[in-house]
């Protein structure tokens, strides 16, 4: 997957994001996730989601998904989480694609990912970034609520350990409780060495003093 940055894209997302989130307790990762999908103009969104989760990256990723003409799913476990979610959304104007079942299992029924959200704290999120079948151009993956000390024993290396893929570039990002992101290029694809090669802007904004990073 190259990454093809278009700026104009990313800081319609990211307004139209603050516009819908207003002050949330993610909403400064909703906003940067956001303008990330929408910049890179991913095709297919995945994320993993149940009850009691911040809903303003959902919201952020569906939005996301307006400016690309993509598709946005959402992976949850029950029909608890499913009402919570739908119900969130809607209320933001949306309309989500949602899957009831254990994401571990469902990953193996969604080909060509290109963005994919998980939380850290749910349960074996590490197998379901393992288990997710990409795009035959790579993808970007984000770990949410990734606090170091808590997520130490986590390495993207052990997600691309079978071979399928392989690792181009990560950065942990301190935006709410810590963003890791991963851009995944595949063995043998269609992503060249130089891609490699590319290197991670760190943008500061100035108004609220967070940080992200943009891939040249």
Known sequence: MKLVWCPET???????TVELCGVCNDSGIA?????????WNVSFIVEAWSHGGGTAT?????????????RHVCIVPDERSRLEYVKVLEVAGMSPEVIVGEPEELMSELNGID????DSQQNRFSRVLKLAK???????????NTNPRSTSSFSWR???DDGSYRLIRS???????????AHIG??????????????????????????????K
């Open 10 to 16: 990313a800081a319609k997302a990211y307004i139209d």
């Open 31 to 39: 906003e940067l996730v956001s303008s990330m999908a929408a910049g």
């Open 58 to 70: 959902s919201i952020g990723l569906a939005v996301a998904c307006r400016h690309t003409n993509g």
């Open 115 to 118: 963005f994919l959200v998980v």
């Open 134 to 144: 990409l795009n035959n151009k790579g993808a970007v993956m984000v770990c949410k």
């Open 158 to 160: 052990n997600v691309v």
């Open 171 to 181: 950065i942990f990002l301190p935006v709410g409780e810590g963003l890791d992101i």
């Open 186 to 215: 595949t063995c043998g694809g269609n992503s060249t060495s130089s891609e490699g090669k590319r290197r991670w802007i760190k943008h500061v904004n100035r108004q609220t003093g967070e940080e992200f990073a943009i891939r």
